[in-house]
C-alpha cells in the first residue's frame, strides 16, 4: 500500500510552498537543474537516513510533490500558468516519483536506494529488490498453425524450439565465488537514455541479479546457460479458437544464475475452412438449393465439419437466405466435452436458373399465368 503524504487534510494546502522555491530553483530552471536540486534535497532528508525526523520527512515530501510536477512538461506547464490549481491531482501524492526514485539514483553509487526507498513505502512493489538474486529466465513465443477440423476437435502438434537450458558443467550456477557487479553496484539496474528521462534497465554485465562469478565455468563462460533444442508435443484442446494462447510453465529460457525458467506462449493460428464458418461455439454452412426445390421441398444432403454427411429435410417454401439448425452439430466448449457441441446453421441460398432451354421457358411462363403473377410488383416492407 503506497503512503500517500499528508494530502488528505486540505490545511497544508494553505501552507503550500512554492514548487520552484521548494527546490531552491529559478523559474526558467532547466531539467538537469531540476533534477539535481531534488536529488541533493531528497539525499539529505531521506526518511530512512532520518528516522523520526518529521522535519526532515517533511521536507522530502514536500521535495518529491514538487519534483514530481516541475519534471514533467505538462504539469510544470500548468503549474506555470495556473499555480498549485493547474496541478490538481498531483497534490495528491510523490507515488510516481517513488517509483523512479532508484532509477534517479541508479549509476550513482546508491545502488542500495531501492531497497530503502521499498521498505520506506511499506514495500512489496519491486520483486527484484525483495529477492535481487533470482532473475526468472525469459518466456518464449511459439506460434502453432492447426487446420479448422483440428482446433474444433483438438490435436496434438509437435512444438521444435531451442532454447536456454541450465549448463550441466556448472549445474546452472556459473562458476564458484561471488562478488558484487562492478556496473551496476550490485542493484542489478543501470541508468539508460539521454538527458532528463532516464530509464533504468537491465544491467548487462551481471543481468540483473547484482553479482558476477569470480571462477566463471568454462563451458558456458559463465552465463550458466547452454542452447538446448526442445521438441514437445503440445496438447490443443478442443473447442481452441484462433488467437488463444496457450501457456507451459517453465518451458522457456532458463534464468540466469540458476534462476527460474520462464513460459513457453504457444499461440494457436486456425486456419479458415473453404466452407465452413465458425463463430464461438456455432458453424456456418451455405447450401445452394434450386428454386423448385425451395418451393417444393427436398432432402438434401451436407457435409459435416467432423467429416461424413447428414441428410437434412428443407421444407416447402423455404426463404432464400433462411437458415436450418442442426443441434449439436457445431463446436464443443474450450476444454470441454466433444460430446456437447454447439450448433450447425445451414444457410439456404435459393439460386435462380440462368440458362432455360425452350420447354423450361414455356413451362415457367405457364407457371407465371397460373400463379397469376403480376407485371408490377409492389415493393415488399422491411421487416420490423
Ligand atoms: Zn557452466
Ligand atoms: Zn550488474
Redesign the pocket.
Known sequence: MPVHAGMSHMGIEMAKRDYYEVLGVAKNASEEEIKKAYRKIAMANHPDTHPNDKDAEERFKEASEAYEVLSDKTKRQNYDQFGFAGVDGAAGGYSNVYRDFSDLFSGSGFGGFGDIFDSFFGGGSRSRSSSPNVVRGASLQYTATVSFKDAIFGTKVDVSYTHDDACETCHGTGGSGMKT?P??HGS?QVARGSGFFQMATT?P??HGS?QVIENPCSTCHGTGLRKKSEKLSVTIPCGTEDGTRLVLRGKGNAGPNGGPAGDLLVSVHVLDDRYFVRDGRNVFLQVPISFTQAALGCEIEVPLVEGGKVRVSVPAGIQSGKSLRLKNRGVPAFRGSVDDRGDMYLTLVVETPKHLGLKARGLMKELAQVLGEDASPSPIPFER
Do not use: A, E, P
Request: include cysteine.
Open positions: 557487479c556496473t551496476c542489478g544491467c554485465t551481471c547484482g
